[in-house]
């Protein structure tokens, strides 16, 4: 299989472990709002538990093609930047508009993810 597909598979299962730990973290300000008052974790459709098994399978399987198929800087930036979405830019948006800066970053990094898939490294090209 192709670079490019292992590195784009690997991206997307990351991608989506941090939609669902995002949706866990806010379930108590969605069933406030109207436009997300109706998504499943917060009707209750889904246990916390099966979403929490779901990102924790796509993080780890999604990290371990990155290492193993792609390489482990890609892998690297991939889980770092789950972790920078899930542990600091969904919490911040509660108390600072810094949270912009820290998700700016967070959108940033799956460009760098394509260019260490391909070349290997983060030389200066990459920025």
Known sequence: MGTCILATGGTAMASAAANSINQILEVPF??????TKNRVLVRGQLSTLHAATFAAVLAGTGTALLWT????????LSLGNLVLYTSVYTPMKRYSIANTW???VV?????????TAATGSLDPGAF
């Open 69 to 76: 198929l792609v390489n482990p800087l890609t892998a690297m």
């Open 107 to 115: 959108g940033a990094v799956p460009p760098l993810i394509g260019w």
């Open 30 to 35: 969605d069933s406030q709002m109207s436009r």
């Open 102 to 104: 820290v998700g700016s």
